[in-house]
T-cell receptor, first 114, second 116 residues
């Protein structure tokens, strides 16, 4: 009964490959996010979706394409992976209103591009 | 643009003592929210505590309390009676509104080490 889940937890791949990370939340939240945490532990927003609609795109390269088939799922597809894409990717969700719209994070996906 | 500053890259505390982790912020938005998250070595991001800019009282959640000083634009996290399991990275974050929707802007984090 995990609130926000991500698969896979670890992803090791070669440069140039295409990969996807899946995220699901069972909290009934309207808004979902993707964050990237770099090697220095700095966290930065990449995308946000509200009810399947893209609302935030923080100048992320076109190689990154989020997809939200329904409001409980937000997947991240990455084309032509580069070494600099190595990071931890966190999915998060929040309610539209209430308690400051606190964001709850998934366990993270550790991506290593070789 | 909103900014969060955490000036302590690392902090040490002995078990059972209290510790304060500093966070200052910068915003021109009169309505904002401040959050603290814990990231243990296992890597997950755990929500700890929230403070709204209009909240009259400082937020508390168990052993966590937020020392919110609006005029100084600071939102320090106080952990009372530290435990070994409190050893982790701690991130301060602010809600940044874009067209009515929020994203979180994070500080660089403070690594806390609790010693026996």
């Amino acid at each position: 009964d995990t609130a926000v889940s991500q698969t896979p937890k670890y992803l090791v791949t070669q440069m140039g490959n295409d990969k996807s990370i899946k995220c699901e939340q069972n909290l009934g939240h309207d808004t979902m996010y993707w964050y990237k945490q770099d090697s220095k532990k700095f966290l930065k927003i990449m995308f946000s979706y509200n009810n399947k609609e893209l609302i935030i795109n923080e100048t992320v390269p076109n190689r990154f394409s989020p997809k939200s088939p329904d409001k409980a799922h937000l997947n991240l597809h990455i084309n032509s992976l580069e070494l600099g894409d190595s990071a931890v990717y966190f999915c998060a969700s929040s309610p539209r209103v209430g308690r400051g719209e606190t964001q709850y994070f998934g366990p993270g996906t550790r991506l290593l591009v070789l | 643009a909103q900014k969060i500053t955490q000036t302590q890259p690392g902090m040490f505390v002995q078990e059972k003592e209290a510790v304060t982790l500093d966070c200052t912020y910068d915003t021109s938005d009169p309505s904002y929210g401040l959050f603290w998250y814990k990231q243990p070595s296992s890597g997950e991001m755990i929500f700890l505590i929230y403070q709204g800019s209009y909240d009259q009282q400082n937020a508390t959640e168990g052993r966590y309390s937020l020392n919110f000083q609006k005029a100084r634009k600071s939102a320090n996290l106080v952990i009372s009676a530290s435990q070994l399991g409190d050893s982790a990275m701690y991130f301060c974050a602010m809600r940044d509104q874009i067209s009515g929707f929020q994203k979180l802007v994070f500080g660089t984090g403070t690594r806390l080490l609790v010693s026996p």
